[in-house]
T-cell receptor, first 112, second 113 residues
Framework: GQQLNQSPQSMFIQEGEDVSMNCTSS?????WLWYKQDPGEGPVLLIA?????ELTSNGRLTAQFGITRKDSFLNISASIPSDVGIYFC????????????FGKGTKLSVKP | DAGITQSPRYKITETGRQVTLMCHQT?????MFWYRQDLGHGLRLIYY???????DKGEVPDGYVVSRSKTENFPLTLESATRSQTSVYFC????????????FGPGTRLTVT
């Protein structure tokens, strides 16, 4: 079946640093979604991407739909403490609403 | 605007019991989904529904039953709970059509003892 490889699995951030994470697959996707999940809460949609090559921003967050349609990237600029949490990518293959699969997440923590 | 709500937020039940998790959305979204979230597996789709009385299986449907008699409600029933169904369950909804954006509820943490 379809699989998404999300990396890194975890990372530590210091306030002010830029952060990058990505999702890759051997399969082609039609839509990429990026979510953030805080402890004890549901995932919150951050950015939606619908076209190959598309670059979309939401405040300090920027995401890109890879040209090959097999990957997507999320960047966070000038990180702040509230950026801590787990970030998930999700890719939709085919045309069915039921074909959305999720990466296993990138956990952002604050550097001790 | 309440959005999407789930109840209960926490539930402990015994093996073999039937338990129903509720999901309610106020957006009039056509599509609703049930996912389970487990360490090491991420979010996996259990069932989804395109409209009232239309449901489809997802990746992990065994042991679960859904119904959708009203657009705004999408209950998930575990007919005979097993320990392997201990998980966090999330309901989501989407407008459908050209948008594939799914919006999630706060989750229900279910423990089967």
């Amino acid at each position: 079946g379809q699989q998404l490889n999300q990396s890194p699995q975890s990372m530590f951030i210091q306030e002010g640093e830029d952060v990058s994470m990505n999702c890759t697959s051997s399969s082609i996707f039609n839509t990429w979604l990026w979510y953030k999940q805080d402890p004890g809460e549901g995932p919150v949609l951050l950015i939606a991407l619908y076209k190959a090559g598309e670059l979309t921003s939401n405040g300090r967050l920027t995401a890109q739909f890879g040209i090959t349609r097999k990957d997507s990237f999320l960047n966070i600029s000038a990180s702040i403490p509230s950026d801590v949490g787990i970030y998930f990518c999700a890719g939709l293959y085919g045309g069915s609403q039921g074909n959305l699969i999720f990466g296993k997440g990138t956990k952002l923590s604050v550097k001790p | 605007d309440a959005g999407i709500t789930q109840s209960p937020r926490y539930k402990i039940t015994e093996t073999g019991r039937q338990v129903t998790l509720m999901c309610h959305q106020t957006w009039s979204h056509s599509y609703m989904f049930w996912y389970r979230q487990d360490l090491g597996h991420g979010l996996r789709l259990i069932y989804y529904s395109a409209a009232a009385d239309i449901t489809d299986k997802g990746e992990v449907p065994d042991g679960y039953v859904v119904s959708r008699s009203k657009t705004e409600n999408f209950p998930l029933t575990l007919e005979s709970a097993t320990r392997s169904q201990t998980s966090v369950y999330f309901c989501a909804s989407s407008t459908g059509g050209p948008s594939y954006e799914q919006y999630f509820g706060p989750g229900t943490r279910l423990t089967v003892t």
